[in-house]
């Protein structure tokens, strides 16, 4: 579903990723890992369009969408959850919700559906999103991605700030989203949790790789993540 090649974006003259590579497939989930800094967040934000490439492709679904705008990316079904969730406070749950809808694409994500998946946010569906804690901000982001029915969900920072409960009961929901077909790329700062869900983890250091793969041991990946040597 998901092919980038040789990746690079920047802010102004800084490169923040270079030469990234790679590939997720239809129901597949990959999680991006790495310290703060590392490049996640500025990876996850060129492939949905909210970054300019520098250089590389990203190929989705077969077409080359790396000089598309983020509003046609999500039309075609790449949908982020950003990290800070972006809600609108001013408005309701069940309004931020229907701010989807305009890149809604056909499938089996309704609103009824999306509040089946969170009862705590079709309780909260009448109060403001300024009015609500951290973790329900967090399942209505997410809810809010979902009522676009994506084929590609990047998720960044899905746990930061939350508590074990919270977050344990918004990665429940993780099995159900793929079910549907639907990729996930997750940005996650908890490495033990990353590497029970995911099918693969890709490590970045200093905005480049560091360590990719499967079934990767922890020794491994702490090398990867601080840039160390692994022990022998």
Known sequence: MLDVTKLS???GQVTAIRDIDLAISEGGILAIIGANGAGKSTLLKTIAGQLPTKSGSIVFDGDD?????AY??????IIMVPEGRRLFASLTVHENLQTALSAKRKGAWTLDAVYDLFPLVAERKDR????LSGGEQQATAIARALVANPRLLLLDEVSLGLAPSIIGELYASLPIILEQGTAILLVEQDVSRALNVSDEVHCLLQGATSLAGKNIALSEISAAYFGTERDS
Do not use: W
Not at 65 to 69: C, D, H, K, W
Not at 128 to 131: P, Q, S, T, Y
């Open 65 to 69: 969408v790396s000089g598309l705008p």
């Open 72 to 77: 046609e990316r999500a039309r075609r079904g």
């Open 9 to 11: 974006a920047a802010y």
């Open 128 to 131: 403001r999103a300024g009015n």
